[in-house]
């Protein structure tokens, strides 16, 4: 699923080429209804899901001096409304047959505040306490929940960051160590792994120590 649906076929495209198979199945992620469809129709001619990971995410900056503005709410739309969208039915249909998995796209940047980063960061921050609260539930009907944390990856979305950005990785290293996660099944996916504990270690210092330490390194 994915907003580019062009992109889609020719990754579709490029995969049979070399002998794989992708079946382009183009959606909102915004309507709940249309999400609900997709999971139906994915179900009717493919089969049950197993797998399913939910990769949304965006960034939507708000015009100066409009915080809570139109790019606040977009991002929200997109990153937490829209992955409970697809959630809702993935968890019906898996809980019905008694077993399934998903994971859940995040970030290393919903483990705490970060500068310049307040809906995307905040957006995150709800998904992996999301994840946190369903895993209770989701262990009891069969079902592993996963959350993906990932750190600087090369992507078109961090290609609009105008600032330095530590342990950048490419596309293709993430998509393995990813891969790697779901073989695992452990709750939570996270890399770069320097990147992530530098980050777990700095929300565990007290505020005061974490605001003065944050603020140096980004010279906010």
Same mark, same amino acid.
């Given at each position: 699923?994915?907003? +580019? ?6 990754? =579709?495209?490029? %995969?049979?080429? /070399? &002998?794989?198979?992708?079946? @382009? ?69 898996? +809980? ?6 998903? =994971?859940?796209? %995040?970030?290393? /940047? &919903?483990?705490?505040?970060? @500068? ?89 210092? @007290? ?14």
């Amino acid at each position: 699923m994915a907003r +580019r649906a062009a992109e889609l076929d020719a990754f =579709a495209a490029e %995969a049979a080429g /070399a &002998g794989g198979k992708i079946i @382009p199945m183009p959606g909102d992620v915004t309507d709940r209804k249309a999400m609900d469809e997709l999971v139906s129709a994915v179900e009717a001619r493919h089969g049950a899901i197993a797998l399913a990971f939910l990769n949304v995410g965006t960034f939507f900056p708000d015009s100066e001096n409009d915080f809570g503005g139109d790019g606040f709410r977009k991002t929200f739309a997109v990153n937490v409304e829209g992955t409970i969208n697809l959630l809702g039915p993935l968890i019906r249909v898996m +809980r019905e047959r008694g077993r399934g998995q998903i =994971a859940v796209n %995040a970030s290393v /940047a &919903g483990y705490g505040g970060l @500068p310049r980063a307040i809906a995307y960061s905040s957006s995150k921050s709800a998904l992996i306490a999301m994840c946190e609260s369903l895993k209770f539930d989701l262990d009891r009907a069969g079902i592993t929940i996963q959350v993906v944390c990932p750190g600087f990856v090369e992507t078109p979305l961090t290609d609009q960051n105008e600032f330095p950005m530590p342990f950048l990785i490419p596309v293709q290293e993430a998509g393995r160590r990813i891969c790697s996660g779901f073989e695992t099944k452990g709750f939570e996916i996270a890399f770069p792994k320097r990147m992530a504990f530098i980050l777990k270690f700095m929300n565990m210092l @007290p505020y005061g120590l974490y605001f003065a330490l944050l603020s140096r390194i980004t010279g906010r």
